[in-house]
C-alpha cells in the first residue's frame, strides 16, 4: 500500500522559516517524481513544487521561486520543502504527491 506522510508544519511569523518533510512507503520511492501541492481555505489546489526520480530536476512555482526548495534523500525515502521568508499568502495545507497518491497534508500557518 502506497503511504505518504506529511510533517513538521505549523505556525510561523512572515519571513520564517519551515521545513516540511514527506516520508514515503510502499512502492519504489526512487523510481517516481514527487511534488508538493497546497491549498487554501477557499481556493483550489495548486502545485509548488516537484523533483524527479534522482533529484536532478525540480519545478517550482513563480510564488515561490526563490523562497523554497525542494529535496529528496532516496536512501530514507522522504521528500523535504525548505520553505524561506515565509508570507502570509503562502498559508495553506500543504500536501505530497506521487502519481494518483496523496498524503493527509499538514497545516502550515504564516501569521502577519
Known amino acids: 500500500e502506497v503511504q505518504l506522510v506529511e510533517s513538521w508544519g505549523g505556525l510561523v511569523q512572515a519571513g520564517g522559516s519551515l521545513r516540511l518533510s514527506c516520508a514515503a512507503s510502499?512502492?519504489?520511492?526512487?523510481?517516481?517524481?514527487i511534488g508538493w501541492f497546497r491549498q487554501a481555505p477557499g481556493k483550489e489546489r495548486e502545485g509548488v513544487s516537484c523533483?524527479?526520480?534522482?533529484?536532478?530536476?525540480?519545478y517550482y512555482a513563480d510564488s515561490v521561486k526563490g523562497r523554497f526548495t525542494i529535496s529528496r534523500d532516496n536512501a530514507k525515502n522522504t521528500v523535504y520543502l525548505q520553505m524561506n521568508s515565509l508570507k502570509p499568502e503562502d498559508t495553506a495545507v500543504y500536501y505530497c504527491?506521487?502519481?494518483?497518491?496523496w498524503g493527509q497534508g499538514t497545516q502550515v500557518t504564516v501569521s502577519s
Open positions: 504527491r506521487m502519481g494518483d497518491n
Open positions: 510502499g512502492f519504489t520511492f526512487d523510481a517516481y517524481a
Open positions: 523533483i524527479s526520480n534522482s533529484g536532478a530536476t525540480t
